[in-house]
Every structure is written in structure tokens, then in C-alpha cells.
């Protein structure tokens, strides 16, 4: 019997000891499980809150970076005072976490400008950064390979964005300088364990930082390890693998940030995530032994068992703390609402919002927490979020220290994948005044523009990309008799037609050329302007295309500026400048002119030439005695009469005073030289009616033949005067041609009888 029953309490203890066995064999994989599914959730709730830490650390110097590009692309600001130029680039940036520096590169990469003090001089055109944007290849932010400070001696990671010049063309790149220092301490408060930490990869699998590890890794190259190559092609993940750096096979959950090529990489080593599993293992095991061996044991292995549990409970708890540290730290009001529009969750930023820590706002309602007023505003977008459909709006709040804020708020709904049922929403509020204040300022340089062009002398002209008048100042509008209602979305070759001088349209226009070419036309004259009514302008032509940060074309402007009395004043100029202003005969510059290219045509051709010069006898008489006016008259009237004796091809020139020349190209011989010479008489025959007077008047002349006498102008205008003083004192009133430097000058046209009395007279 005693057997019988021994045999039971052994079948007994060996059930038993099966039963703890087959229990104590479940219960480890189930905390095996556990182990597993803790670390993968942690992991991955880590990887995306630092994702969007660093996102929005990224997204606050991208914004910083921004600001200094748009404002280097407006005219003037590099021409400010220095100091005034380092606060209105620089001053934002000093709030931007981890920046350690912000310089400008002009287009040889040297620095031009930069935030830190002292200015100091370096040239950073071998870096990724700046051959990317430089040339174009990139657009956007660019985030560089880390790079030792040649300064600080400190890992840094850039980011840059190019900007443009006046002429649209890249001019340089703006550079920001985060210390990889700022993403350790980042990374400080988290504990995953012996070889476990966080790696940052830009996309191209070059480390960027690994926490808590040594720099040594900073800036490696892992692209072609199989742990990297998965990290790199999927979005987001887990897995387990081998790590090529150090051999250790780890947990890894990852995620790429949004916008930017870097991944955030949480690898846990799978020793660090079963120690404590493989540790219960063999406490379990021994347990269970001793279980199987007496019952007393399975008192001591539930307790044991509860003691796992409340550890495991433990380290959620601390998760739990890394998470709401980091939650804590982001920039914006996170909160989470249930379906009763109760408060479960919201970080530390209530107390600079609503003056409450936030578990004094845990279970209130969202009308408690707000207050009626703002509840009202707020209460169609909760509603409509509760509904399954995302909010996005802004509002203006005012904050527990009267502050008013503006404010970009988002509600998430917190929908269950299974079933599509709405248990929540996640509420999201930025602070978004700084933005506010920067649009503000935008409005009023916009509105300074627009009366600066009210305000210029020049007509200005804009366009869409499309061609169609979108703006007119009122010069402009005066020159094309447009009224700027009226002339919006017209084609500009309709509002302001342009024609040549010849009076062709011109094809194409500037701005066309500006529009298709996408680049500045101008200025250039030459162009006419059409009123409606008719009228013509000549303009001074420009136009420019807009091209906006996106290096997109918007449109275009085209500048005209009024030069018809500019114009009018420069042909009167020219004209005075070779013409006699009393008989508008060609003067001795332009006469000059002339008889060097006749000279030239008849060395070519082999002809003749004559130069002639003629002084009137007895006009300082009639001068001194009827006064100047008659005698200017007289010597209008003398120089239309000779004009009209001269052929096309000759040149008549007052010389100056009572001093005319005239040049005779193609005078062959001496048979047309006595011809001239007595139509050249004949102009004083007749005598001259002014103002009720009858006056005579006499002349003498000389002339100068080429090339018997002469090769040059020079030799020809002092030989034909040699002659006409000749003429003088033989008794006046005749033509004399110069016979050389000894003979006496021959006479061309003797005296007559009747020309002797009016020299006589005269």
C-alpha cells in the first residue's frame, strides 16, 4: 500500500514535476516574448520621438537658414553698416539649438560674413555642401558629411542652402554649423544597456554620431553592410543583425527623419535585451528542480515569478519616464484628449501656456482646461476630429504670462486599425509668432516697394509668367494711356506696344525675351513707346524675370524709361556740333571731315579735287554802319545764294566771320574751274534786299587745285588762301587759282566793268 502510494506520490511529483516543467518552460518564453515586444516597443517609440526631436531641431535651422537667404537676396542689405548687417542676418540664428556658427561662402567658397566673432577668413570650397550648391546639383537644404572644425576641433554637421545674386544666378551658400556634441547630449538620458546606443546615419550610410560611443566612428562610410543596406531602404523598421563595425549582434529599430537624409538608429544588443531573461532561465531552471523535487518550491518560484513581473513593471515605468523626458523637451504643446474630450496626456509646456503643471490638467475636460470662450473656438475642430477627420487651423492665444501667441494647431485622430473606431485625438500646438512677426515685416517691405514704384520717374511694368499685366505704376500709366483696372491681364505687348525707329514692331519684345530666357534684357534705346491715343515716346528699355526661391518663374518686370527730349537735346548737340549756327553751313569740323574722304576717293579714282576759299569784300562797311543784325542777315542770305550756285556733291563751309570755303570734288580741269569760279561772282551780282535797305556787296576768291598744288587738306586750304589774298590786293572781286610758291595766282574769272564799280563801291 505504502508502495502503491509512493509510486502515486512519485507519479505524483513526476506529473507534477512535468506540469512545473511544461509551466516553468511556458512561463520563460512568455517573458522571453516579453523581453522582445518591450524592447521593440520601447525601441520604437525612442526612434520616433528622437526622429521628430531632431526633425524639429533641423526644421528650426533650416527656417534660420532660410531667413538669411531671403534677406541677403534683397538689395541693400550687404550695403548696411556692419553691425547693423550682423543683426539683421544673425540675431534669429542665436536661438537655433546646437548651431555653433552660421557663415556666409560667396561663390569661390571663401567666408564673407559670419555670425561668430572675431570674422575670421577660411575658404570651404572642397566641402560637400558647397560643391552641391554651387553648382547647382542641389536644391534646398543640404546636410554635409561631419567634418572636424578647423576652428573648434570639434565634430560638426553643415547645413546649407544656396542663394542668389541680382542676376538670379547662385551667389554663394549660407552655412550652419550644429555640434554633433549638442546630439550626445541629446542622446544622454537614454540607458539601453551594454554595446547599445544611437546612431545617427546620413542616407548615405556615413555615420553621423553613435552614443555612447567614441568618435572615432564620426564620418565612416557603412553603405555597404547588410545591417546599413536595410536601413537604408525601407522608411522605418526592426530587425535583428550583425553589426560590421564591432561584430555585435543587436536589435535595431529605425526611422528616417522627414524632409532630411538622415536615419535615427536605436540598436539594443540582444544580450543586453535577454540578460535579465537568460538570468531568470537559470534561476527557473534550479527553481524548478528543486519544484520537481519538493513542492516546497513552487512557493519560492512564484514569488520569484511575481518579483520578474514587478521588475519588468519597472522598466516600463523608466520607458515610460525616457519618453515623457523627451516629449517634454520638444518645442510644441503635445497633449492627448479621449473620446470625452478628457485630458490623458500633455507635456510640461502647459505651464508656460495655462500656468498648470500637467498632471493638474489630468481628467479635466477640454472646457475646464480652456475656459468657455476659447472652448467655443476650438470646439467645431474637436468635434470634426473625433469624427476621423485631421484638423489644421491656426488661432491666437494668450498664454499664463499675458503673452499673446500665435499659434498652428493639428488634432490627429487616434483611430483604431481594426475596427476604425475613434478612441482619441492627439493634439499638436506650435508656437508659430516668430513666423507671424517675419510675414508681418514681409507685408510692409512689400508695401514700401509698392510706393516706391508709385513714386519713380520710370515706368514699371509687370507681368505673370504667362505674359498678362498684373501691375502699372502711374508713369506707366501715363506713357501707354492705360489705367492700371483696365490694363490687368492684358497682354503686355498690347498695353505697352514697342517699335523700332524705322517704325517696325519690335519682335520680340524685351520682356518676352526675359520670360523665355529667363534672364535681364537691358537697358537698351533706340525703342518707341505708343500711346493709345498715339503719342510716341522714345524709351530706354529693361526688363528682368522673377524668379522665386524655388527657382520658379513668376513672372516678370520691365522698366521704361522716357529719354524723347534726352534724345531730341543729343541730335540738336550733334548738329551744332558740325553745322554753323547762324547759316547752318557745315563748319570747318565737318568740312575737315568731308575733304579727307574726298582726298581718299580721288587718290582711289585717280580725279581731281579744288578747294576754294572766298572772304566778301566790304561787309566790316555795311557791319559797322546798319549794325549786326543786317549783317548777319546779309550773311544768311550770301551763303543760301552760294549754296544754290554749289552742285550736290560740294561742300560749302562758313570759315568764320565773313570767311567761307568751299570743296569741289571732281574738278577735273582748269575749264571747270573757271566755270565755278564765275558762278561763284555771280552770286554777288544781284544786290541784296534787308529790311527795306539795297546793299552790294564784292567778293574775293581763291583756289587750290589737287594734286597739282597739294596732296593734303592742310596744303590745299593754304595755297586756295594765298591765292584769294591775292585776289585782294589785284583790286577784289575776282577768282585767282595759285600758281605756285614764287608765281603770281592766275586769274579764274577777270574783272568786268560792272564788277569793277561794285568793288568800287564796296
Known sequence: MRHFFSQRLIWLALLLSLGIGALVARTLWTMRQDEWNFAARTNSNLANALSQSLGSTFNTMDIALLDVVSKLEQPGVMALPPQMRRSVLFDPLMRAAGTINVNILNRQGDIVLGSGSPQRTANYADRDYFKALITGEHSGVFIGEPVLGRVTHTWLLPVARSYRGADGQVAGVVVGSLRLSYLNDLFKPLDLGPDSGVTLFLREGIVVSRYPYRDDDVGKSLAGAPTVLRIMTERAGQFVGVAALDGVERFYSFRHLDNYPLVVNVAQSTDAILAHWRSNVVQLGLFALVLMASCVGLAILFTRELAQRQQVASRLQEAQHYLRT????????????????????????????????????????????????????????????????????????????????????????????????????????????????????????????????????????????????????????????????????????????????????????????????????????????????????????????????????????????????????????????????????????????????????????????????????????????????????????????????????????????????????????????????????????????????????????????????????????????????????????QVRRYAGPTAEPEILAPLQAHDTAAAREG
Request: net charge negative.
Open 326 to 733: 523627451i516629449l517634454d523637451n520638444l518645442p510644441s504643446t503635445i497633449s492627448y484628449w479621449d473620446k470625452a474630450q478628457r485630458n490623458r496626456f500633455i507635456n510640461r509646456t502647459s505651464l508656460d501656456l495655462y500656468g498648470r503643471p500637467p498632471g493638474d490638467l489630468e481628467g479635466q475636460t477640454a472646457a475646464e482646461v480652456l475656459g468657455p470662450e476659447d472652448y467655443a473656438v476650438v470646439k467645431p475642430y474637436v468635434l470634426q476630429a473625433l469624427q476621423g477627420r485631421p484638423q489644421l487651423f491656426e488661432r491666437t492665444v494668450t498664454d499664463a504670462s499675458g503673452a499673446v501667441r500665435h499659434t498652428h494647431i493639428s488634432y490627429t485622430p487616434d483611430r483604431d486599425e481594426a475596427t476604425g473606431e475613434v478612441h482619441g485625438i492627439f493634439a499638436q500646438m506650435t508656437d508659430i509668432t516668430e513666423r507671424k512677426r517675419m510675414e508681418e515685416e514681409l507685408f510692409r517691405e512689400k508695401e514700401r516697394m509698392r510706393l516706391t514704384l508709385q513714386s519713380i520717374g520710370d515706368a514699371v511694368i509687370c507681368t505673370d509668367a504667362e505674359g498678362r499685366v498684373t501691375y502699372i505704376n502711374p508713369v506707366a500709366q501715363h506713357m501707354t494711356g492705360w489705367q492700371a483696372f483696365d490694363a490687368a491681364g492684358h497682354d503686355v505687348d498690347e498695353v505697352a506696344p514697342l517699335y523700332l525707329q524705322s517704325g517696325a514692331r519690335a519682335q520680340p519684345s524685351p520682356l518676352r525675351q526675359a520670360l523665355e530666357q529667363q534672364a535681364t534684357f537691358g537697358p537698351t534705346r533706340g525703342v518707341v513707346l505708343r500711346r493709345k491715343d498715339g503719342q510716341r515716346f522714345e524709351v530706354e528699355e529693361s526688363a528682368s524675370p522673377i524668379i522665386d526661391r524655388h527657382h520658379q518663374l513668376t513672372g516678370a518686370v520691365m522698366v521704361l524709361h522716357d529719354v524723347t527730349e534726352t534724345m531730341a537735346m543729343a541730335e540738336r548737340m550733334a548738329h551744332l556740333a558740325q553745322y554753323d549756327p547762324l547759316t547752318d553751313l557745315p563748319n570747318r569740323v565737318l568740312l575737315q571731315d568731308r575733304a579727307r574722304h574726298a582726298l581718299a576717293q580721288a587718290r582711289r579714282d585717280g580725279k581731281g579735287l579744288a578747294v576754294m576759299y572766298l572772304d566778301l569784300d566790304g561787309f566790316k562797311q555795311i557791319n559797322d554802319t546798319h549794325g549786326h543784325d543786317v549783317g548777319d542777315q546779309l550773311l544768311v542770305e550770301f551763303a543760301r545764294r552760294l549754296l544754290g550756285a554749289m552742285r550736290e556733291s560740294d561742300t560749302v563751309c562758313r570759315q568764320g566771320g565773313d570767311e567761307f570755303v568751299v570743296l569741289l570734288p571732281g574738278l577735273a580741269g582748269d575749264e571747270q574751274a573757271r566755270v565755278v569760279a564765275h558762278k561763284v561772282l555771280e552770286v554777288c551780282q544781284a544786290p541784296f534786299a534787308l529790311e527795306g535797305l539795297t546793299l552790294r556787296v564784292g567778293m574775293s576768291a581763291g583756289l587750290a587745285l589737287y594734286p597739282q598744288h597739294g596732296s593734303s587738306y592742310d596744303d590745299l586750304s593754304r595755297c586756295a588762301d594765298a591765292a584769294m589774298y591775292a585776289a585782294k590786293r589785284s583790286g577784289r572781286m
